[in-house]
């Protein structure tokens, strides 16, 4: 029974763990980027939108992979 409380709280904090993972991938990968484009920060575009739309989409499917594993996590959880 203390195991297995234990296991939980061991699944859990692995679970969130890859869920913070997803969230700064969908932060450091795509809002970035864009933030930096939008605002003209190094004032001028450095990179094509081509190269701009591609890093976007490769961040996001990365975010989105780490986040459907922090779910698949969560399903080794005892159902007591």
């Given at each position: 029974?203390?195991?297995?409380?234990v296991?939980?709280?061991?699944?859990?904090?692995?679970?969130?763990?890859l869920?913070?993972v997803a969230?700064?991938?969908f932060t450091?990968?795509?809002?970035a980027?864009?933030?930096?484009?939008f605002y003209n920060?190094n004032?001028q575009?450095?990179?094509?939108v081509?190269?701009?739309a591609?890093?976007?989409?490769?961040?996001?499917?990365?975010?989105?992979?780490l986040?459907?594993?922090?779910?698949?996590?969560l399903?080794?959880?005892?159902?007591?």
């Amino acid at each position: 029974m203390m195991m297995s409380k234990v296991r939980d709280e061991q699944t859990k904090l692995r679970a969130a763990a890859l869920n913070t993972v997803a969230t700064s991938s969908f932060t450091v990968g795509i809002l970035a980027p864009i933030g930096a484009t939008f605002y003209n920060v190094n004032g001028q575009v450095g990179i094509p939108v081509n190269t701009l739309a591609i890093g976007v989409a490769i961040w996001f499917f990365a975010a989105i992979a780490l986040h459907l594993a922090a779910n698949f996590v969560l399903k080794g959880l005892s159902d007591e």
